[in-house]
Structures are given as C-alpha cells and as structure tokens.
C-alpha cells in the first residue's frame, strides 16, 4: 500500500467540517467468484453514503444516520449497534494518525445497507476522504482506493476489492483481483430494477460460509467459479456492444450458478422468477446474497415491474447504470449518476 502524506502536526481543533461522499454499486455478473480470481462486472448507483465530520468538544459520537430510507439498523443506531463500524472508525483514525475525540462523525446515505449494493465499502471509501480533507491531505483515489480495503476488511474479512473500486470511481467496470480494473462503457445506459428482499444479511458470513465449503471441496467449487468467469466475460462483451438480451440471459445464468454455489434464498429466488414471468430480460441476485438484493434487466416494463414488486411486499426502484465511462470523484459525476449526496 502506498503511504499517505501526513503532514507532521495534527490539530483538527478550529478545522472546517471535513465531507466524504462514495457510491454504492451493484455487480451485474461474478460476484463471490471475484474473491477467488474471477473477473466479475460491476456498476455504480446513483446512490451515496456521505460522511461528515465536524469539530467538538468532548468524547467522539457518531450521530445516527439522517434521510436514510430504508438504512438497516447495523448503521442506523449508531457505533452502539454494530461493533465493527467503531473498529472501522478506530483503524480510519490510526491510518491518519489522528485522534477522533474531538470530532463529531455524522452518516448519511441514501443507500440501503446490508443489502449488497455495497454501503460498507461506501462508508469506507467516504470516510478515507472526509479524514484526508480534515487533516489537510490531498489523496490521489488510488490511495483512497487501497485505504478504503483496508477498512472493508473489517466489515467483510476477505474482500476482493471491487466495491471498494467501483464506491471511490464510480462508473462500469470488469474486475479482477491483483489484474487491475477495465473501465467499460455501455451504448446506452443499462436500465435496471432493484429489488429489496425482507431477510436480513451478512456479507462476510455468507463469504465465509461459502470458503468453508471450497475448502471441504475445492474443485466442485473451482468449477462454478470458472463458470461464472465466463459468464462475466461473456457479458463484458454483451454490455459493451450493447447487446442486453444477451446480458439479460447471462444474468439469469449467473443467477443459477450462485444457487449452485449455495449463497441464494428461497426468496430471492422467488424474485428473480417474478422478474423473470414480468418481461425481465434478465435477473439476479447482487452482491453476497444470503438475502439482501435482486437486480433485475428490463427494456420496458420497468413501472409495471416495479408495482408488481410492491404487490409482494418488496421494496423496488429503478436504476440506470453504466453510461458514464468513469468518475474520478464524488460531487463531479457525469451521465446518469448524480453528484455528491443532497445535490
Ligand atoms: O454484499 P456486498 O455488496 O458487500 O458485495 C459482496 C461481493 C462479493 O463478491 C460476494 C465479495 C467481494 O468482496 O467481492
């Protein structure tokens, strides 16, 4: 990891409030097969976690989230609630040698957590930037980038790294561990619909769940992850010459691959089957799955989809990703993804 420049004295007392923001994500083809050396595609969302951090006199507390629908309660109650977001904070701190007593964190986000779209390594990679601001550091994102992975291996042990590229670039990528990032562009915007299952997750023991299981077998495990390697670079090729029903049949490819793997639910297989009896051209579940999201591929239909969705219960909203090549930072997004959160 390369070091941060620290400048030699640290007094955040008298400091402007210091913001961070980062993207959430979803992966459209790969994910679990990313951790073991697969290339997995993933793109941003228009939607951020954001981190402020304010002087103040007395011990640290970190504020509840504020405008977070749909937040789990992980985040929302608090360093109180959930143990790892204090270590987050701790490790944060030590990484700028800076003392967080006197300074008031405040969360916000638009991002529903534990769900898979990848609010942990947003928070990461907004709380790397809003520390660089409050100490006077100018950080290039490649070393927001790694620090942000270093503090994500705190929420999910054995990251591959692809959440936390895609929450400090933004944009459309294909991924693969220690081989660097493609950055991809799509004709056209991918248009997309999210689903919310109800059952509550935990990516890194659905992560680890799944290594005990490699190890006990390696090669029927090595196997599906070939599979959906292929899956991904087949859908690579799909997404940059526009080709969406193809993508949409990968999608639903990869989704019966991670059945196999063992990491989907009743539920969320129940989802991507209405997404598929809707006119989805293609569905999935998103990230670590043991629960958490569905994200479906729709030429039309999205609103009908939607409301089918709701019907059931579910909470859904549509998403366009992937028109924007690249975004170097927070607040100068481009395309179909917005700018720094309550912009
Ligand atoms: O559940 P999320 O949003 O953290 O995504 C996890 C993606 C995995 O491939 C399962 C793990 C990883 O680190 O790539």
Same mark, same amino acid.
């Given at each position: 990891?390369?070091?941060?420049?620290?400048?030699?004295?640290?007094?955040?007392?008298?400091?402007?409030?210091?913001?961070? @923001?980062?993207?959430?994500?979803?992966i459209?083809?790969? &994910?679990?097969?990313?951790?073991?050396?697969?290339?997995?595609?993933?793109?941003?969302?228009?939607?951020?976690? !954001?981190?402020?951090?304010?002087?103040?006199?007395?011990?640290?507390?970190?504020?509840?989230? &504020?405008?977070?629908? +749909?937040?789990?309660?992980?985040?929302?109650?608090?360093?109180?609630?959930?143990?790892?977001?204090?270590?987050?904070?701790?490790?944060?701190?030590?990484?700028?040698?800076?003392?967080l007593?006197?300074?008031?964190?405040?969360?916000?986000?638009?991002?529903?957590?534990?769900?898979?779209?990848?609010?942990?390594? @947003?928070?990461?990679?907004?709380?790397?930037?809003?520390?660089?601001?409050?100490?006077?550091?100018?950080? &290039?994102?490649?070393?927001?980038c790694?620090?942000?992975?270093?503090? /994500?291996?705190?929420?999910?042990?054995?990251?591959?790294?692809?959440?936390?590229?895609?929450?400090?670039? +933004?944009?459309?990528v294909?991924?693969?561990?220690?081989?660097?990032t493609?950055?991809?562009?799509?004709?056209?915007?991918?248009?997309?619909?999210?689903?919310?299952?109800?059952?509550?997750?935990?990516?890194?023991?659905?992560?680890?769940?799944?290594?005990?299981?490699?190890?006990? @077998?390696?090669?029927?495990?090595?196997v599906?992850?070939?599979?959906?390697?292929?899956?991904?670079?087949?859908?690579?090729?799909?997404?940059?010459? +526009?080709?969406?029903?193809?993508?949409?049949?990968?999608?639903?490819?990869?989704?019966?691959?991670?059945?196999?793997?063992?990491?989907?639910?009743?539920?969320?297989?129940?989802?991507? /089957?209405?997404?598929?009896?809707?006119g989805?051209?293609?569905?999935?579940?998103?990230?670590?799955?043991?629960?958490?999201?569905?994200?479906?591929? !729709?030429?039309?239909?999205?609103?009908?989809?939607?409301?089918?969705?709701?019907?059931?219960?579910?909470?859904?909203?549509?998403?366009?990703?992937?028109?924007?090549?690249?975004?170097?930072?927070?607040?100068? @997004?481009?395309?179909?993804?917005? +700018?720094?959160?309550?912009?």
């Amino acid at each position: 990891m390369r070091s941060v420049p620290i400048s030699d004295t640290i007094t955040p007392q008298g400091v402007q409030p210091a913001e961070g @923001a980062a993207w959430g994500k979803v992966i459209l083809l790969g &994910e679990h097969a990313v951790v073991y050396g697969r290339t997995a595609v993933a793109a941003a969302i228009d939607r951020q976690v !954001c981190v402020r951090l304010t002087p103040r006199q007395g011990s640290a507390r970190v504020a509840p989230l &504020e405008d977070a629908p +749909g937040i789990a309660p992980s985040l929302t109650g608090g360093a109180e609630s959930d143990p790892r977001l204090l270590r987050a904070l701790a490790r944060a701190a030590d990484l700028f040698r800076v003392s967080l007593e006197d300074v008031e964190i405040n969360i916000t986000s638009d991002l529903p957590s534990s769900v898979g779209l990848g609010s942990s390594a @947003a928070l990461s990679v907004s709380l790397v930037r809003a520390l660089a601001k409050w100490t006077g550091n100018s950080l &290039e994102d490649d070393v927001v980038c790694s620090h942000a992975l270093d503090i /994500e291996r705190i929420f999910h042990g054995f990251p591959s790294g692809i959440d936390n590229t895609v929450a400090t670039y +933004g944009g459309l990528v294909a991924f693969r561990r220690g081989q660097g990032t493609r950055w991809l562009t799509a004709p056209r915007p991918l248009p997309l619909v999210i689903v919310l299952g109800r059952s509550s997750r935990d990516t890194g023991s659905v992560v680890s769940s799944l290594r005990e299981r490699w190890t006990a @077998a390696p090669d029927r495990y090595e196997v599906l992850f070939d599979i959906i390697g292929h899956i991904a670079a087949s859908g690579e090729r799909a997404i940059s010459t +526009g080709d969406i029903e193809t993508l949409g049949s990968l999608m639903f490819q990869d989704h019966a691959v991670l059945r196999r793997l063992g990491v989907s639910t009743e539920e969320l297989d129940q989802l991507v /089957e209405l997404a598929r009896r809707n006119g989805a051209l293609g569905a999935k579940l998103t990230g670590g799955g043991g629960g958490g999201a569905v994200i479906c591929l !729709c030429e039309k239909g999205r609103t009908e989809l939607i409301e089918a969705f709701c019907r059931g219960g579910s909470t859904a909203f549509s998403a366009d990703v992937g028109a924007a090549a690249r975004v170097s930072r927070c607040g100068s @997004a481009t395309g179909t993804q917005a +700018g720094l959160h309550g912009q």
